[in-house]
């Protein structure tokens, strides 16, 4: 992949084509989540929250440049793809102090110099397209800040614990390290008034559907890659039992 800042100067010419290969991602082995996306994706796959980072995160592979996800033709093996992969081949890059630059990859199989919808007007403006994308990357970037934030509500609640993946036949074992996931535990000993806070605010939404999630490793997408028969659990943490519903009010 090649980002650049786009350019009504540079790229005044190019014109965008629909392309739903996924190829050139697929070495995302964590794909980073919106926060109105978790539940769905929860559903589906497993996510985590990579150690030393306040972002909640798909586990799409077991190692470094590699995304189960992702076919061989370069298509998403799961219902509907993330924010982050239906939006590209572009993104929006984080230059600090809340500066932020529309980028495209220049390598990405989306663009033509001749057919496809163009990316400016004939007068260097945002076409219609642009328009589009510019308010769709807005929105995603907004959704991810407040998913940075409900993840450090986690935090200060000492919900999240670091867990090894462990996975694997016979003598031939490996494990994914540097991994974050909801200590159910604790989550269930909290006083009624946190579980409150962490209810309003969307936090709580948030533990159950990373916590529920990890069931997804028994069986779908990354079963194969775990060599895990169904009904075996990588992580030896998942118990809800101890969780009061009825405080939740």
């Known amino acids: 992949m090649k980002f650049v800042a786009l350019s009504s100067v540079e790229h005044r010419d190019l014109r965008f084509t629909p392309n739903q290969s996924y190829l050139p991602l697929r070495q995302q082995m964590l794909v980073p989540l919106a926060a109105t996306e978790c539940a769905r994706m929860a559903r589906e796959g497993t996510l985590v929250k990579p150690s030393e980072q306040t972002q909640i995160c798909l586990l799409a592979g077991l190692d470094l440049g590699q995304c189960q996800y992702i076919n061989d033709t370069g298509h998403w093996l799961g219902r509907t793809p993330p924010a982050m992969f239906r939006l590209y081949p572009f993104r929006l890059a984080d230059l600090g102090e809340q500066n932020y630059q529309v980028q495209i990859d220049l390598q990405a199989p989306h663009w033509s110099?001749?057919?496809?919808?163009?990316?400016?007007?004939?007068?260097?403006?945002?076409?219609?397209?642009?328009?589009?994308?510019?308010?769709?990357?807005?929105?995603?970037?907004?959704?991810?800040?407040?998913?940075?934030?409900?993840?450090?509500?986690?935090?200060?609640?000492?919900?999240?614990?670091?867990?090894?993946?462990?996975?694997?036949?016979?003598?031939?074992?490996?494990?994914?390290?540097?991994?974050?996931?909801?200590?159910?535990?604790?989550?269930?000993?909290?006083?009624?008034?946190?579980?409150?806070?962490?209810?309003?605010?969307?936090?709580?939404?948030?533990?159950?559907?990373?916590?529920?999630?990890?069931?997804?490793?028994?069986?779908?997408?990354?079963?194969?890659?775990?060599?895990?028969?169904?009904?075996?659990?990588?992580?030896?943490?998942?118990?809800?039992?101890?969780?009061?519903?009825?405080?939740?009010?």
């Open 113 to 249: 110099a001749d057919g496809g919808e163009p990316l400016f007007t004939p007068d260097g403006e945002h076409a219609p397209l642009m328009e589009k994308v510019r308010t769709a990357l807005t929105r995603v970037q907004q959704d991810m800040l407040k998913t940075q934030q409900l993840t450090q509500q986690l935090d200060e609640a000492g919900l999240w614990m670091t867990q090894n993946l462990v996975y694997g036949k016979g003598g031939a074992k490996s494990a994914v390290t540097g991994l974050q996931i909801i200590d159910v535990q604790k989550l269930g000993a909290l006083p009624a008034e946190t579980l409150l806070k962490l209810h309003r605010s969307g936090a709580l939404a948030l533990a159950f559907a990373q916590a529920n999630s990890l069931s997804n490793l028994r069986d779908g997408v990354l079963a194969q890659a775990l060599g895990r028969n169904p009904g075996n659990d990588p992580f030896d943490t998942l118990d809800l039992d101890g969780i009061d519903w009825g405080r939740l009010q």
